[in-house]
């Protein structure tokens, strides 16, 4: 569903606005056994496209937040090319979804957490500096204490699950 987040008085929403849209997606994809990451696609300060992990449920590798988010902005656009529009997401993309980024002409993205293992904007490696990539790519890194807080859960999950008895 494709929506803007209330904003409060009669202001127009801002990058706290919608980086809480990322992180609504992001409990989403908790509450579904998911890892927890949310994305929102932004188009002259609406949001166009959402989503959150989907891997498991759709069986589907692909199912990334980002890519999710950015499938749908494209089709509310009706074209790929997102160019003025920003990227919300509560985790640093990973290489695949960061090269979706720069192909789909996004140039400002926010980040709320850094990803230690595979995170390609700047963490363990930056696809946004490649030469190949003639697109000025804009990251901005915030709201690290609520994306790290939805991990946790998630792992604590995962935790109570591997140390639960089973039957006999």
Same mark, same amino acid.
């Given at each position: 569903?494709?929506?803007?987040? +209330?904003?409060?008085?009669?202001?127009?929403?801002?990058?706290?606005?919608?980086?809480?849209?990322?992180?609504?997606?992001? !409990?989403?994809a =908790?509450a579904m056994?998911?890892?927890? &990451?949310? *994305?929102?696609?932004?188009?002259?300060? !609406?949001?166009?496209? !959402?989503?959150?992990?989907?891997?498991?449920?759709?069986?589907d590798?692909?199912?990334?937040?980002?890519v999710?988010? @950015?499938? /749908?902005?494209?089709?509310?656009?009706?074209?790929?090319?997102? $160019?003025?529009? /920003?990227?919300? &997401?509560?985790?640093?993309? *990973?290489?695949?979804?960061?090269?979706?980024? $720069?192909?789909?002409?996004i !140039?400002?993205?926010?980040?709320?957490?850094?990803?230690? /293992?595979?995170?390609?904007?700047? $963490? &363990?490696?930056?696809?946004t500096?490649?030469p190949l990539?003639? @697109?000025?790519?804009t990251?901005?890194?915030?709201?690290?204490?609520?994306?790290q807080?939805?991990?946790?859960?998630?792992?604590? /999950? =995962?935790?109570?699950?591997?140390?639960?008895? +089973?039957?006999?």
């Open positions: 569903m494709v929506s803007s987040p +209330s904003p409060s008085h009669d202001s127009l929403p801002s990058a706290p606005d919608f980086m809480a849209e990322a992180l609504l997606e992001a !409990r989403k =908790l056994g998911e890892i927890p &990451v949310g *994305c929102v696609v932004v188009h002259e300060g !609406r949001i166009i496209g !959402r989503g959150h992990n989907e891997k498991e449920r759709r069986l590798p692909c199912a990334h937040a980002e999710l988010a @950015i499938q /749908q902005a494209a089709q509310t656009l009706k074209n790929w090319r997102l $160019t003025g529009c /920003q990227l919300y &997401v509560t985790l640093e993309p *990973c290489p695949m979804c960061t090269s979706l980024i $720069t192909q789909s002409r !140039r400002e993205v926010t980040v709320a957490l850094h990803e230690v /293992q595979s995170g390609a904007m700047g $963490t &363990v490696l930056d696809l500096r490649d990539n003639k @697109i000025e790519l990251v901005h890194w915030d709201y690290r204490k609520e994306a807080e939805l991990l946790s859960a998630f792992f604590d /999950q =995962l935790k109570s699950k591997r140390e639960a008895p +089973s039957c006999p």
